[in-house]
C-alpha cells in the first residue's frame, strides 16, 4: 500500500491550505476578519482602508495563482522555493508581530505549518 504522505500530496494539501487563506484574503469579508483579530488581541478596533482592501486583495491573487500552479505541477523544487519564501515571509511577519501586529501571531502560525513539506523535500531527495 503506498504511503499518502508523499512530497506531491503534501505540496498539494500546502497548496489548497494557501488558496483557501488566499479567497479569504479576497473576499469582503478580509477586512472585517483582520479587524475582529487585531480587536482580540489588543481590545482596540483597527479599520482597513480602501488602500490596505486592495494590497490584501492582490497578495490572495498571488497566493491563490501559487496555489493553483503547485496543484498541476507538483515537482520537488516547488516545496524548496515554497519554503524559501515563507522563511521570509515568517521573518517579517515576526517583525510586524513585535511592532505592534500582534494578531499576526495567527498568520505566523499557518506559514510555519508550511515550512514542513522541507522535512518531506529532503525525505525524497535522499
Known sequence: MKSLLTLNNIIKLFAYMDIFLG??????LSG???????????????LIDEYHMFLMALLGITIILWGVIRINHTEQWQAKYDCIA??????????YCFHGLSFMFFFL????LGLLQLLFYFKEAK
Not at 479567497?23 to 469582503?28: D, F, N, V
Not at 472585517?32 to 483597527?46: A, D, G
Not at 515563507?86 to 517583525?95: D, E, H, Q, S
Open 23 to 28: 479567497i479569504i484574503l479576497i473576499s469582503p
Open 32 to 46: 472585517n476578519i483582520v479587524k475582529f483579530m487585531h480587536s482580540v488581541f489588543t481590545q482596540q478596533e483597527h
Open 86 to 95: 515563507r522563511c521570509f515571509v515568517l521573518i517579517l511577519m515576526g517583525y
Open 109 to 112: 502560525a499557518t506559514e510555519s
